[in-house]
């Protein structure tokens, strides 16, 4: 074999290492673009392309052979189909992942405004423009939970799952399927919201009620001067003991989440 003939075929292997490593990183770049934490402006864009193409390198060689889709020879319908169907699979995966977060977010906010701190708003780079602290504080206490309970590795092995259930070029699930799991999964979110947020929800409305009956009970006491302080102070403290009895309900969120992207790409 001639050198010619060789610098050919290093060539077209060169070429069909780099587009199988472009196929997969369309699903890869998409979810980390939609998943919450990596996904926020707090995390630089290049930052995003580099974590998409170490995963996509690392991940072409265990996957499927892809299709004879062709990539470099000319833009097609076919491509064009294949591309949105990539990028659709790899949004809706990180999109669920980030409804979870907001469960969070939203528990959050249910319990500022049970405990006068709703007016403490402030920038969220993590989500974008202006949120309650609470709120960003449970958010980046999923983040936490979610890496310290391996949920990336998780999220790893779903991606190479859903590539050997729904390989590239393929049509996506019925959307029927989709249609009807999505008020299922609204309804566990808000549960998940809710079983949060109820017991500091119910302690500080317990609170308040006492010291409205002080306040009817004896005004010249004029109680309600001590209401929002105390009840600020017990909602730190009743906030802090939380902190420790996240874990399991937070990972069962994370499981409801991951059910869910494997019904979406299975």
Not at 10 to 33: E, P
């Amino acid at each position: 074999m001639d050198a010619v003939t060789r610098m050919a075929i290093d060539g077209q292997q060169a070429f069909a290492i780099i587009s199988t490593t472009l196929w997969v990183m369309l699903r890869i770049g998409a979810m980390l673009m939609a998943m919450p934490m990596i996904g926020t402006r707090a995390v630089p864009a290049r930052v995003r392309v580099m974590l998409a193409v170490a995963l996509s390198v690392a991940l072409a060689p265990v996957l499927p052979v892809l299709p004879a889709v062709p990539l470099f020879d000319g833009l097609s319908s076919t491509t064009v189909l294949t591309v949105l169907r990539e990028v659709a699979v790899g949004v809706s995966i990180g999109f669920l992942l980030r409804l979870i977060f907001e469960a969070g977010a939203m528990a959050g906010e249910m319990i500022a405004q049970s405990t006068g701190l709703a007016f403490a708003q402030m920038a969220d780079p993590m989500r974008g423009g202006s949120s309650g602290v609470i709120g960003q504080w449970f958010y980046l206490m999923f983040g936490l939970l979610f890496f310290t309970s391996n949920g990336h590795l998780a999220l790893i092995s779903l991606l190479v799952d859903s590539y050997k259930a729904l390989p590239i070029g393929t049509a996506l699930p019925d959307p029927h399927a989709l249609a009807a799991l999505a008020p299922t999964l609204a309804v566990q979110i808000f549960r998940g919201a809710m079983s949060l947020a109820l017991p500091l929800v119910v302690a500080m409305l317990a609170i308040n009620l006492a010291f409205g009956v002080l306040a009817r009970a004896a005004p010249a006491l004029n109680p309600m001067q001590l209401g929002l302080p105390v009840a600020l102070l017990l909602g730190l403290v009743l906030l802090t003991l939380l902190a420790g009895e996240m874990g399991p309900p937070v990972q069962r969120l994370f499981d409801t989440a991951f059910d869910a992207a494997r019904q979406v790409t299975m």
